[in-house]
T-cell receptor, first 114, second 117 residues
Framework: GAGVSQSPRYKVAKRGQDVALRCDPI?????LFWYQQALGQGPEFLTYFQNEAQLDKSGLPSDRFFAERPEGSVSTLKIQRTQQEDSAVYLCASSLEAGVNGYTFGSGTRLTVV | AQKVTQAQTEISVVEKEDVTLDCVYETRDTTYYLFWYKQPPSGELVFLIR??????QNEISGRYSWNFQKSTSSFNFTITASQVVDSAVYFCALSENGSGNTGKLIFGQGTTLQVKP
């Protein structure tokens, strides 16, 4: 597609529920990033994929967070047993090449845990 | 350690005023990139500029200009003759470009700019 598409746009989860957030990057983009943006804060890095390989997951806050990109295109960020502190906007970004070459961000998924 | 500081949390100006958004960064690397992004209420981060650490030339794009000063580790952003449509949250970001680096961005906390008619 023309841009990075994320779904759902909004998600309300009950505490303890598992959620899955989807990112459709721009076709052909090698690099894919997930960021977490808490209310009133800047985005914080979660994880990075180069094609299907997850090369950096140092930003994942706990083992409840898991991301995958099995075919090197669509990526899913899964959060198990959601907690209130997981409430945030989750942003996906993709880039044509590995490393720094300009990023296109999606509009994000706003997750609210109640 | 890498860090980006945007000391101004909120700025309010009247339309047609000039406004400067400050950004100070910290990095160990000699090679890095600096970015500015705009985040309107829709939530999407809109790319404004990327600057290589070796290029200290100031840049102007329409009403936007950027002042990169390596000596003070600052990369400030000025909007001339502000307009209501400039109202948004603006983020400064840093990416190190050393060997093996993934290019992940380190963002500041953002500056909310409100331009009143």
């Amino acid at each position: 597609g023309a841009g990075v598409s994320q779904s759902p746009r909004y998600k309300v989860a009950k505490r303890g529920q598992d959620v899955a957030l989807r990112c459709d990057p721009i076709s052909g983009h090698v690099s894919l990033f997930w960021y977490q943006q808490a209310l009133g804060q800047g985005p914080e890095f979660l994880t990075y994929f180069q094609n299907e390989a997850q090369l950096d997951k140092s930003g994942l806050p706990s083992d409840r967070f898991f991301a995958e990109r099995p075919e090197g295109s669509v990526s899913t960020l899964k959060i198990q047993r959601t907690q209130q502190e997981d409430s945030a906007v989750y942003l996906c970004a993709s880039s044509l090449e590995a490393g720094v070459n300009g990023y296109t961000f999606g509009s994000g998924t706003r997750l609210t845990v109640v | 350690a890498q860090k980006v500081t945007q000391a101004q949390t909120e700025i309010s100006v009247v339309e047609k005023e000039d406004v400067t958004l400050d950004c100070v960064y910290e990095t160990r690397d000699t090679t890095y990139y600096l970015f500015w992004y705009k985040q309107p209420p829709s939530g999407e981060l809109v790319f404004l500029i990327r600057r290589n650490s070796f290029d200290e030339q100031n840049e102007i794009s329409g009403r936007y200009s950027w002042n990169f000063q390596k000596s003070t580790s600052s990369f400030n952003f000025t909007i001339t003759a502000s307009q209501v449509v400039d109202s948004a949250v603006y983020f400064c970001a840093l990416s190190e470009n050393g060997s093996g680096n993934t290019g992940k961005l380190i963002f500041g906390q953002g500056t909310t700019l409100q331009v009143k008619p």
